[in-house]
């Protein structure tokens, strides 16, 4: 069943804040009155994973600069996240906050545990500051994601939020032309 267009279900749990380097509880209140991204993946001491969090990283003070707040998410707890963000050199540079899952709550609300592995799926998802899923993309476990195409996205969201009556096309990028259902573009695109 999807969740766009559906609130994020409540939720409180521990997380490792790899910006100020200091445990946090987090909440789906957290998530709104801004942008959030969530990201799912399986396990930390992994091999995608890393690479995915630092790319992520990469694109944070982009992110940040949208009014997005970027949070991590695996079934792993806050402890280990810590430990990770200690000794890994990809992990190592990550500011934003990991939150830990053990109880596998979020993950299963988000519709993205493996329930045979326990472990979260590659599952992204882009909320709005109502806590609104507004995109959301799920990749198998060997296919790692491109943080870069977030950008794009929630330009676009926040665009449409902000535009009412227009949607943005494939490709549109920031400045770009943009559309106005009605009548007269039946048949016409």
């Keep these: 069943m999807s969740l766009i267009g559906k609130e994020i279900q409540p939720f409180k749990t521990s997380a490792y804040n790899a910006g100020s380097g200091e445990f946090i509880e987090v909440t789906e209140e957290n998530m709104k009155g801004q942008w959030s991204v969530v990201c799912f993946y399986p396990a930390d001491f992994t091999f995608v994973c890393p690479t995915e969090l630092e790319d992520l990283q990469k694109q944070y003070a982009t992110l940040k600069n949208l009014g997005v707040e970027v949070y991590s998410v695996s079934t792993d707890t806050h402890f280990t996240h810590k430990a990770w963000h200690d000794h890994s050199d990809a992990i190592s540079t990550i500011e934003y906050v ?12 988000f519709d993205v545990l493996d329930e045979e592995a326990g472990l ?21 476990d060997g296919i790692g994601r491109d943080a870069s195409t977030l950008v794009g996205k929630i330009k676009a969201a926040q665009y449409v939020r902000n535009n009412p009556g227009e949607v943005c096309p494939a490709k549109w990028e920031e400045g770009g032309a943009t ?9 016409k695109i």
């Design 120 to 140: 979260a799926q590659r599952g992204t998802f882009i909320i709005d500051p109502e806590g609104i899923v507004q995109a959301a993309e799920i990749n198998a």
């Design 179 to 187: 559309l106005k259902p009605s009548l007269d573009l039946v048949g």
């Design 98 to 109: 990991m939150i830990g899952d053990p109880s596998q709550r979020i993950t299963r609300s």
